[in-house]
């Protein structure tokens, strides 16, 4: 397990990978207080960064990146995690920065989670190009307000694509196909503005007041 902290920052370049044993775990600070760091993880598409479990062969092996507290606004661009989310953790990357500190996310993929893809909470997030596909639970749980999804895919995932928990949210110009629960769960009494969004119909999701829709 690595914890970044003391106001320093953990850059990966272009390539990079890290190979997680059982159970181990990246800390961008603590949500305690305790610690602050950063973390600037920028690939390319000719050259992603890969965060992956030692034993390839199923999923929960590794533990979770988690970036709690910063220092700086934490970038995470062209970056894949596989087959983390186990060891207790409820999903494979946590967002949610005690300081409310943006955190910029651009094509990240999190998929083979035991448990939810990602986590977002407390900050005000701007996501662009996240895959989340073929985790156990949902593709992302959205925990704080303010969050803004565009370019995204959420497929095969075992609950929802997306679950919202807070509100309000906007999704906008992105995929959600083959979840086994929902496309979009809203657990919340906010309207979550999801429009311009593709389910798997052109009449768009199934739903009480889309009637007749074969959608997601």
Known sequence: TLNVSGDRTLNLEPGARLIMDGGAALFVG??????????????TAADPIRIVARDTTGRGFWHQLAIENQHDSSVLRH???????????????????INVQVIRLDTVTVRKSAKHG???????????????????????????????ITNSRFENNGQAGIRADAGPQTISNSILVNNAGWGL????????????????????????????????
């Open 30 to 43: 603590r949500a305690d207080g305790s610690a602050r760091g950063n973390l600037r993880a920028l690939g």
């Open 79 to 97: 970056v894949e995690l596989v087959a983390g989310g186990g060891t207790g953790a409820q999903r494979q990357l946590y967002l949610g920065d």
């Open 118 to 148: 990602a986590w977002f909470g407390g900050s005000p997030f701007r996501i662009s190009g996240l895959t989340a596909k073929d985790n156990d639970s949902s593709g992302v749980v959205l925990t704080g307000p303010g969050v803004t």
């Open 185 to 216: 769960r809203n657990t919340t009494m906010t309207t979550i503005n999801a429009m311009m969004n593709w389910w798997g119909a052109a009449c768009g999701p199934v739903h009480p007041s889309n009637i007749g829709c074969t959608g997601t």
